[in-house]
Nanobody, 124 residues
C-alpha cells in the first residue's frame, strides 16, 4: 500500500531553520506531483508548496515564498521542504501529499495520498 512518511519536524526558535523530508513507497513516485500542506490548531489545512513530477516547477503560498524551498529526489522517492527564517505563525502540523500527474497539484482535493504529519513548533 501507499505510504508517505514525514520526518524532520521539531521545536525551533524564530529565525531558525528546519528541513522536512517525506519518504514515499508503494507508488510510482515520479508520476506524482507532491505537495506540502500545514494545519494549525483551530484552522483549516492550507497549501504551503508544490512541485511537479520532474522537479522542474515549483509553487509556494505567499506566506512562505522566499523562505521555504520544496525539492524532490525521484531516485530516493523523497520530497523535501527546507524552511528558513521560521516565524511563530509557521507553527503547525505539516503534511506531505501526492497528486497523480501535474494538472491538479494546486487543488488540495486532488491529492490522493497523505502522510501522518509532523509537528513544527516555532517559539518567539
Amino acid at each position: 500500500q501507499v505510504q508517505l512518511v514525514e520526518s524532520g519536524g521539531g521545536l525551533v526558535q524564530a529565525g531558525g531553520s528546519l528541513r522536512l523530508s517525506c519518504a514515499a513507497s508503494g507508488l510510482t513516485f515520479s508520476s506524482y506531483a507532491m505537495g506540502w500542506f500545514r494545519q494549525a490548531p483551530g484552522k483549516e489545512r492550507e497549501f504551503v508548496a508544490t512541485i511537479n513530477t520532474s522537479g522542474g516547477s515549483t509553487a509556494y503560498a505567499d506566506s512562505v515564498k522566499g523562505r521555504f524551498t520544496i525539492s524532490r529526489d525521484n531516485a530516493k522517492n523523497t520530497v523535501y521542504l527546507q524552511m528558513n527564517s521560521l516565524k511563530p505563525e509557521d507553527t503547525a502540523v505539516y503534511y506531505c501529499a501526492a497528486c497523480w500527474g501535474n494538472s491538479g497539484r494546486y487543488d488540495l482535493s486532488q491529492y490522493s495520498y497523505w502522510g501522518q504529519g509532523t509537528q513544527v513548533t516555532v517559539s518567539s
